[in-house]
């Protein structure tokens, strides 16, 4: 089975940094598509950004340089480093794996596979 496993949410104030990574088994990672999600409470989830295998990236608008997202293929995990973080980056974090490309990678139904979520609270 393909597991999906996100790490290093937590609690930070305003302005601070975090990490997130993702890890994936069960399936030839070099294949997939990774990005990242988040949902607030009354939210619909929203994209934030994706990588491909050759570590090309996009990202939403709303990340204006702040976040960078990296992939290590021997490691089958990929990054999200979170930089000038505000109190309305508050949310449960997602990763999400897809078999299949797309040009839509900011669309969640086009991914296969989803992590439990990390929680991030940001204090002001």
């Known amino acids: 089975a393909v597991e999906v496993a996100e790490s290093g949410g937590g609690s930070v104030q305003a302005g601070g940094s975090l990490r997130l990574s993702c890890t994936v088994s069960?399936?030839?990672?070099?294949?997939?598509?990774m990005a990242w999600f988040r949902q607030s409470p009354g939210k619909e989830r929203e994209a934030i950004g994706y990588v491909d295998w050759a570590s090309k990236t996009k990202y939403a608008d709303f990340v204006k340089e702040r976040f960078v997202m990296s992939r290590d293929n021997a490691k089958n995990t990929h990054y999200l480093q979170m930089n000038s973080l505000q109190a309305e980056d508050t949310a449960i974090y997602y990763c999400?794996?897809?078999?299949?490309?797309?040009?839509?990678?900011?669309?969640?139904?086009?991914?296969?596979?989803w992590g439990q979520g990390t929680q991030v609270t940001v204090s002001s």
């Open positions: 999400a794996a897809r078999t299949t490309w797309s040009p839509y990678w900011d669309d969640p139904g086009r991914y296969d596979f």
């Open positions: 069960g399936y030839d990672y070099i294949h997939l598509g």
